[in-house]
């Protein structure tokens, strides 16, 4: 299973805020800030919640980015230059 520690790599890979994988896996936003630095232990449950709402937010994220490119839209990281 993914540790917490990974699961923050893959977060800031994606540029998914903290705070939003907080309230979509349903931890509290401080817990995850001391799950994802290593100075508290998961439980299981928290793991596959944090995984599954981290993989949701990717796909929707993805889904965005797709419709916005079809109309022309700028996406990712450089639309406001």
């Given amino acids: ?3 917490a520690i990974e699961l ?3 977060r ?3 540029e998914i805020p903290a705070t939003l994988l907080a309230a979509r896996a349903k931890v509290n936003r ?3 800030s001391g799950l ?3 100075y508290i232990k998961p439980t299981e449950d928290e793991l596959r919640r944090l995984s599954a709402a981290l993989d949701q937010l990717i796909q929707a994220k993805h889904v965005v980015d ?3 490119a079809s109309v022309g839209w ?3 990281a ?3 230059q």
């Fill in 1 to 3: 299973m993914t540790t």
């Fill in 8 to 10: 923050r790599l893959k």
């Fill in 12 to 14: 800031v890979a994606a």
């Fill in 30 to 32: 401080s817990r995850l």
């Fill in 36 to 38: 994802e630095r290593g």
């Fill in 66 to 68: 797709q419709v916005a």
């Fill in 74 to 76: 700028p996406t990712g």
């Fill in 78 to 80: 450089r639309h406001d």
